[in-house]
T-cell receptor, first 115, second 114 residues
């Protein structure tokens, strides 16, 4: 069983919809991450949160809006997405951003399809 | 900036045979190295990690990996594969000093023949 929980597992939305992806961990980790993974490709980093503050935004379009309401939760708000945004969105957490020796723990992802 | 190369896109191995998946990294110092496995429709599961010390590291599911600084490699091995090992395998590097997420290789798709 994964220690990082992502909901929903699947999401189908139109280009004009607004939806949110949710991620939760209870391991006391203070670093949380969003990755985007296209089919047959490796995960690509989107955002990094450290102690609930955004520390890295990898030039992600503004139609993706991350939020970290507390140390256990990470949201990704979606609005006006494009068909090319269809992908698996993975959340991960680790002890601290500065602790590169600590592995990242991944959730099972949300499979997003844009119609 | 760090980078990771997994030269084999696909590898086919017979069940019970040994396995070696290759990984080469590029980094200015000794990196943090990881191997993850991803089954279809699943997230990534950590198999093992290397930071320092013993260059042969043991992981879960009978996997091991050896860090070779002279070759900038971190190859993953298993003495006898099982059909359940069929999956996508990613090598990843993390920067010392943190601040970044992981940089992944393109992955190796492992196929197990009966």
């Amino acid at each position: 069983d994964t220690e990082v929980t992502q909901t929903p597992k699947h999401l189908v939305m139109g280009m004009t919809n607004k939806k949110s992806l949710k991620c939760e961990q209870h391991m006391g980790h203070r670093a949380m991450y969003w990755y985007k993974q296209k089919a047959k490709k490796p995960p690509e980093l989107m955002f990094v949160y450290s102690y609930e503050k955004l520390s890295i935004n990898e030039s992600v379009p503004s139609r993706f809006s991350p939020e970290c309401p507390n140390s256990s939760l990470l949201n990704l708000h979606l609005h006006a997405l494009q068909p090319e945004d269809s992908a698996l969105y993975l959340c991960a957490s680790s002890q601290e951003v500065s602790r590169g020796d600590q592995p990242q723990h991944f959730g099972d992802g949300t499979r997003l399809s844009i119609l | 900036a760090q980078s990771v190369t997994q030269p084999d896109i696909h590898i086919t191995v017979s069940e019970g045979a040994s396995l070696e998946l290759r990984c080469n990294y590029s980094y200015g110092a000794t990196p943090y190295l990881f191997w993850y496995v991803q089954s279809p429709g699943q997230g990534l599961q950590l198999l093992l990690k290397y930071f320092s010390g013993d260059t042969l590291v043991q992981g879960i599911k009978g996997f091991e990996a050896e860090f070779k600084r002279s070759q900038s490699s971190f190859n993953l091995r298993k003495p006898s594969v099982h059909w359940s090992d069929a999956a996508e395998y990613f090598c990843a590097v993390g920067a010392r000093g943190g601040a970044d997420g992981l940089t992944f290789g393109k992955g190796t798709h492992l196929i197990i023949q009966p």
